[in-house]
């Protein structure tokens, strides 16, 4: 049957469409793969030179240091590993969620307890305000990393002697958890990039901490897939807040 001239345009512009949108997505794709071959190549780098210096100039008693430098950053790198593999087999839809009920309550007990430990040595004072008791259906264990990686945050950008505030709430068939901290914040123009792989607003500071630019991105994905999702607020020099909201059972 021949097309009408409309229908011959209608389908051209579907075309473009899509081929424009697999140039997006393969842009997306290159730019990936190049950061995170960059973020291996800089550990691997400083491990060769670190054995090789090692063995060309330590007498054999002097080779424990260099061995524990090498060591973290091979611990280092293997967190890194492991989150690309996260992140590429959620791009190939290969993680599913192991959905069962969760007492949200308890859930943020736990969390404010890790919180606690990792905030210590900066003398962080950490907080959890009650709950309403909401039971989530949702995959436990993907939901603690995306608190962790928030609570981690919280602590990796507030200063010393600063605040954590845990809170959880529900209304309206919906849980909100929110992470609150009297950090440094983030400026106005990077709060929408902060959940892109690899964005981090100070590099140097966030590579000092062990960071790589990707928890967020990681947490971002994880709401999602609950069909939740995840908001930032924040005052430069005062702190952050990050809200999670997800369905409850
Ligand atoms: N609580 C926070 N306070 C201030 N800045 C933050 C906070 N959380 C995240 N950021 C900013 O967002 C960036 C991305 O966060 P993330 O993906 O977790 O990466 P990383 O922690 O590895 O640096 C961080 O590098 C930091 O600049
Ligand atoms: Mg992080």
Redesign the pocket.
């Given at each position: 049957m021949p097309k009408t001239g409309d229908e011959v345009q209608a389908l051209a512009e579907t075309f473009n469409e899509m081929i424009e949108r697999l140039q997006r997505s393969f842009e997306r794709m290159q730019q990936f793969i190049s950061d995170a071959s960059h973020e291996l190549r800089t550990p691997l780098t400083v491990l060769k030179g670190e054995i090789e210096l090692g063995l060309k100039t330590c007498p054999r008693s002097a080779r424990c240091d260099i061995l524990a430098a090498c060591s973290s950053e091979i611990s280092r790198m293997s967190r890194l590993v492991e989150t690309l593999l996260f992140l590429s087999n959620t791009d190939a839809e290969r993680v599913a969620l192991d959905l069962k009920p969760i007492h949200l309550d308890r859930l943020m007990e736990d969390m404010a307890e890790e919180t606690r430990i990792i905030a210590e040595p900066k003398r962080i004072r950490v907080e959890l305000i009650d709950g309403a008791g909401a039971i989530l259906h949702g995959d436990e264990m993907k939901l603690r990393r995306l608190l962790l990686?928030l609570s981690?945050?919280?602590v990796?950008?507030?200063p010393e002697g600063g605040r954590i505030i845990l809170r959880s709430q529900s209304e309206n068939g919906c849980a909100e958890i929110r992470v609150t901290?009297t950090?440094?914040?983030?400026e106005a123009q990077?709060l929408a990039r902060?959940f892109d792989r690899f964005?981090?607003?100070?590099q140097s500071?966030?590579r000092a901490?062990g960071?790589?630019?990707?928890?967020?991105?990681i947490c971002k994905w994880i709401a999602e897939a609950h069909g939740g999702s995840i908001h930032v607020e924040?005052s430069p020099g005062k702190g952050?807040t990050?809200s999670v909201r997800l369905p409850v059972a």
């Open positions: 990686n981690d945050n919280a990796k950008y507030t901290d950090g440094i914040g983030i990077d902060i964005y981090r607003v100070d500071r966030s901490e960071g790589y630019g990707l928890g967020l991105a924040s952050s990050f």
